[in-house]
């Protein structure tokens, strides 16, 4: 499927379920619903098509004997313990004791440990971005010292002009921001698709 | 390519964690305190509650990421105490495969702690994310083994108009403003209250100054006045014992100051050198 069908598609898609949620109309409920399920079988087949491809990519690397062999054996080790705890005979799928040790002792800490280990990259990130000399880093970096500073734990009167200063910050200077390139990003994808639908495109294209 | 870093440099990651564990076991000093102003988030989310009536019908739409959980963790099981004890219905949903893992493993452990389970609902992982929601706001089918509870009958008869409350336990992947952007605007006006990581704060930020979003816990210090304030009597046991830290968390946000604030005056530092010796020259 070419591009431009891909993007008519979605667009109808999206037109579709904007009409169903301002016009009330059975007939169009009926159909929006078929798009809608459609959309989470095709979403959950995607998954399913995504877990077999890495657990066939790491089989791969394990019989050619390329990439990082353990990594690999963890990838399928670990895809294997969780579909013997959830689907072997007997088992209460995901609400099986077995499946739940895996989550309580095994998955939830490694996750939330690999998610703690960005604090030691994001600072050391951080830090060479200023020693790189970009003025961007340098504005980025003093923005979020500042933000940091805000956010210690005092208590009393310091603690309390802190949490405001904090609360101004967040809710004010970074919330504005940000909605501000959501709100760019929405409308340059908007244009984007509108380019691709009327087959206008760049100079180099 | 030599490594030029100083050899302590190498020992900072292992440093930093000598340090956290140190400030774990020290005990926490009078200057520091987590918890947020009294009439802030928390009093928003204790009004919206109390505004539900008696035996309300709430949905937790469960999508927190193992990331990020740690850190609302303790929020969001006082605040299902707090249902609880309120003699409110609860039924889990989940749109994410971290935020279904993680909500079974609350299940459980609620289970464990002799919850009544005639009060809880599981409603399961509906895949597709937004395309999920969407399908929420249509039907809401609970599984054959949830059949027997009047509580599926009546989630299953009403879909979400049998709910008075959402509350959302969002994440990375899905959160309330998803809720707000695909639920809300297809459903009858319905109090959604949210529980997420500070991360999310500035998209989420603005759902609460248009009133969209009823509450929001998004600080651990908002988290930290919640749970001092909530009264969840006799289900006490249902409360993680011992929420984060002041003193390990102001020791982790200090280095990172310093490690920051190091870098931007050796830059300082470095550019005004530079300048100086341009000037000479």
Do not use: K
């Not at chain 1, 089989?59 to 670990?78: M, N, Q």
């Not at chain 2, 990421?65 to 605040?79: C, F, N, Q």
């Not at chain 2, 651990?220 to 009264?231: T, W």
């Amino acid at each position: 499927m070419t591009r431009p069908t891909i993007t008519a598609l979605v667009v109808l898609v999206g037109l579709l379920l904007l009409a169903d949620l301002l016009v009330v109309n059975s007939a169009l409920q009926d159909v929006a619903g078929v798009v809608v399920d459609a959309a989470i079988l095709v979403a959950a087949g995607a998954a399913l098509a995504a877990g077999a491809s890495l657990v066939t990519r790491r089989l791969g690397d394990l019989w050619r004997r390329r990439g990082d062999p353990i990594g690999a054996l963890l990838v399928v080790a670990g895809v294997a313990a969780m579909l013997v705890a959830g689907m072997r005979p007997g088992s209460s799928g995901s609400d099986d004791p077995a499946v739940q040790w895996l989550l309580a002792a095994l998955l939830i800490p490694i996750g939330a440990t690999l998610f703690g280990l960005l604090f030691v990259s994001t600072v050391a990130a951080a830090r060479r971005s200023v020693a790189g000399g970009s003025r961007e880093a340098v504005v980025l970096v003093t923005a979020t010292t500042i933000t940091v500073l805000l956010l210690l734990p005092l208590a009393g009167s310091i603690g309390s002009w802190l949490s405001d200063a904090s609360g101004w910050m967040l809710g004010t200077a970074v919330a504005s921001v940000f909605r501000g390139l959501l709100i760019g990003i929405a409308l340059l994808g908007a244009v984007y698709a509108a380019r691709t639908m009327l087959g206008i495109g760049s100079a180099d294209e | 390519m030599s490594d030029r870093r100083p050899p302590w440099s190498l020992l900072a990651p292992a440093l930093l964690l000598v340090l956290l564990g140190v400030a774990w076991l020290l005990p926490d000093l009078d200057v520091l305190g987590l918890e947020a102003d009294d009439d802030g988030p928390q009093a928003d989310v204790r009004a919206t509650l109390d505004g539900l009536g008696p035996a309300p019908l709430v949905l937790i739409g469960f999508d927190a990421d193992l990331g990020t959980y740690a850190e609302v963790r303790p929020t969001v099981r006082t605040l299902i105490a707090d249902l609880l004890v309120r003699d409110a219905r609860i039924a889990f949903v989940s749109l994410t495969v971290e935020g279904r893992a993680l909500a079974t493993s609350e299940q459980a452990r609620l289970r464990r702690g002799e919850a009544n389970a005639n009060r809880m609902l599981d409603l399961g992982f509906i895949p597709a994310a937004e395309a999920g929601l969407v399908d929420l706001t249509r039907s809401i089918r609970p599984d054959d083994d949830a059949g027997a509870l009047a509580f599926a009958r009546e989630v299953s008869t009403a879909g979400m108009a049998a709910f008075d409350a959402i509350i959302v336990v969002g994440g990375n992947d899905l959160g309330p403003r998803s809720w707000i952007e695909q639920v809300a605007p297809r459903i009858a006006p319905t109090p959604i209250v949210a529980i997420t990581p500070s991360v999310l704060l500035p998209e989420v930020l603005p759902y609460v100054a248009s009133g969209q979003l009823a509450a929001l816990i998004g600080t651990p210090g908002d988290g930290a006045a919640y749970r001092s304030a909530a009264e969840v009597g006799s289900l006490e046991r249902l409360v993680e014992a011992g929420g984060p830290r002041s003193l390990p968390i102001l020791v982790g946000l200090l280095i990172a100051a310093g490690a920051m604030g190091q870098a931007l005056v050796a830059r300082l530092v470095g550019t005004t050198r530079s300048l100086a010796d341009r000037d000479r020259a």
